[in-house]
């Protein structure tokens, strides 16, 4: 599903984002991406949505090296992933229906459709009410859900979230949680990217550690936690 | 394609705004152009028409030659044209006609003044005769010496050469119009692209391809284009009613060129005051249909320009 090998990342002349990543994402694994801010954890989500190309080593996604991919190949590998974004990036003048809609209508869905399903979504994570409202009228939480619902409306292959729980109580926060883990069963490989150890810590996902710009894994259900050393996992066993 | 909704609230931009109406100047620009060209299209069959379907004789006579001498001088110019193949019928202009030809360049009182006014004989010609002017000519001049004909080929040449001069500088207008037009679509959907940036770098990430943002510009260009274009088109086809119409009226008050007088000016003949030549400005059906065309024509380049400007432009994009 997703294959990082020697990777790293640097912008222009300034210090290496990330150094030598490797390790797989098997399909329908549940990973949190966890490090202190700044670790890199974005730059490591976008290298997986297409939004930034390593300076070396080979990413893979889907089984295809990202370096051989021509510009029109993006559409088709980005439509199989959904993102979530630390800032949401909603589009501001459109409802939090049409910006959930979005991704069904560049899919060509058809419009009826596109409604039933935004609409079962949104009252889903409780937005039933605001509909047609546009995203600068809804509080920081609700509009964050609109995000996720965005990225899970077209039940992508590989499902990132950065920071998806950050703007909301934790009540919230485990509804969310709990939805990432039912669209994870149906088969979506999921990163949830946060710094909520506390949330972290209520599930026995695999964990991607990022420290001092490279990754361990950290399987919690493979060691006790009192005794929990990170390890290293080698590559291509996830 | 204009019931298609927008995630870039494009019609909000400034200079979308304005892209109607400097789309609508433009199209009235083309309009007026592309009228005229059909106008002058149609005068220079009309001219070479009329022109070529007569001549002109023309008889000098020196003070010398008394009165029933120069009537029989004229009686054998008239038997010679008559019986020469190809001519339908002759007409002997009389002081009247003569003075009203000369009256531009010598005054109403022309016929007064003591100069020696040569006889102007009309000659109209059958439906695609040709005639053997050379011959014609020699045969005159053995009966008067100095006569003259006078086919009109100079004047047709000068006259239609100036036309295609006009048709020309039509198209070139035109030309010019259609690429401003060009260009301003490109630099408001340039505008449009980096306003909306963010918003097109999301709907990137979502996994639209180019074509899918390119459609939303395109569509809008294609309403804005049609718009803008039906309302320069009308106002252009106002124009050319406006001045058909002032045409007409100034004619009929100075009894020039497309009114009643134009008749006698018809079987003379006689160059850019005799007829045949009149400045209506009216088009043919056709004609007009052509014009209906142009705001479409307008509103698919500003459609193409729009594509074409996003994905060349989108290609630089993450």
């Keep these: ?238 | 394609m204009f019931g298609l909704r927008s995630d870039l609230p494009l019609d909000r931009d400034a200079a979308a705004k304005f892209l109607p109406w400097i789309l609508g100047f433009m199209v009235y620009l083309a309009a007026l152009a592309v009228g005229s060209a059909m106008v002058v299209d149609r005068l220079s069959a009309n001219w070479q028409n009329g022109l070529t379907g007569n001549l002109t004789v023309e008889v000098p006579f020196t003070d010398d030659i008394g009165v029933t001498e120069r009537g029989e001088l004229l009686d054998q110019v008239i038997n010679l044209l008559s019986a020469t193949p190809g001519v339908a019928g002759t007409t002997l202009l009389d002081d009247r006609e003569i003075a009203r030809l000369l009256e531009p360049w010598l005054g109403a009182e022309a016929t007064e003044l003591d100069i020696p006014l040569p006889a102007m004989i009309s000659v109209t010609l059958r439906e695609n005769a040709e005639l053997d002017i050379a011959q014609l000519q020699q045969d005159l001049a053995a009966i008067q010496p100095g006569a003259r004909v006078d086919d009109h080929a100079d004047w047709i040449a000068d006259a239609l050469s100036f036309l295609r001069g006009l048709k020309l500088l039509a198209a070139l207008l035109t030309g010019l119009v259609l690429t401003a037009t060009a260009f301003t679509v490109v630099f408001v959907t340039r505008t449009g692209l980096s306003i909306h940036r963010s918003v097109i770098e999301i709907v990137h990430l979502i996994g639209a391809p180019d074509a899918y943002i390119a459609q939303q510009f395109q569509a809008q260009s294609l309403r804005l284009g049609i718009i803008g274009g039906v309302i320069g088109t009308l106002l252009a086809a106002g124009t050319m009613l406006g001045a058909d119409h002032l045409l007409r009226a100034a004619g009929t008050v100075a009894g020039v060129p497309g009114s009643d007088s134009a008749d006698i000016g018809s079987t003379s003949g006689m160059g850019p005051s005799g007829i045949g030549l009149a400045l209506d400005l009216h088009l043919l059906p056709w004609q007009w249909g052509v014009l209906g065309l142009l705001p479409f024509a307008t509103a698919l380049i500003a459609m193409v320009t729009a594509r074409w400007t996003v994905l060349r432009s989108l290609a630089r994009f993450i």
């Design chain 1, 1 to 238: 599903m997703v294959l990082f090998d020697q990777v790293s990342v640097q912008y222009g002349a300034g210090p290496q984002i990330l150094r030598d990543i490797t390790f797989t994402l098997a399909p329908g694994s549940f990973h949190f991406l966890v490090g202190r801010s700044g670790a890199g954890k974005s730059s490591l989500l976008k290298l997986m949505y297409l939004g930034l190309r390593p300076t070396s080593g080979l990413v893979s996604l889907f089984g295809r090296d990202v370096a051989t991919l021509q510009p029109a190949d993006f559409p088709s590998i980005r439509r199989r992933v959904g993102v979530v974004f630390q800032d949401f990036r909603l589009i501001e003048h459109l409802s939090a229906l049409d910006n959930v809609a979005l991704p069904l209508r560049v899919a060509g869905v058809r419009e009826a459709d596109i409604r039933r399903h935004c609409s079962e979504l949104l009252s889903w994570v409780g937005l039933a009410e605001h509909l047609n409202a546009l995203p600068a009228t809804l509080s920081g939480g609700q509009q964050q859900r609109v995000a996720i619902a965005r990225a899970v409306i077209a039940r992508p292959n590989l499902l990132l979230a950065d920071e998806p729980t950050g703007n909301v109580d934790d009540v919230i926060g485990l509804r969310l949680m709990y939805l990432f883990e039912e669209l994870n069963k149906l088969g979506t490989t999921v990163v949830v990217a946060t710094h909520n150890d506390a949330l972290v810590s209520r599930f026995t996902h695999r964990q991607l550690r990022l420290e001092q710009s490279s990754v361990r894994i950290f399987d919690p259900a493979g060691v006790s936690q009192s005794t929990a050393s990170p390890y290293t996992m080698p590559a291509g066993n996830s």
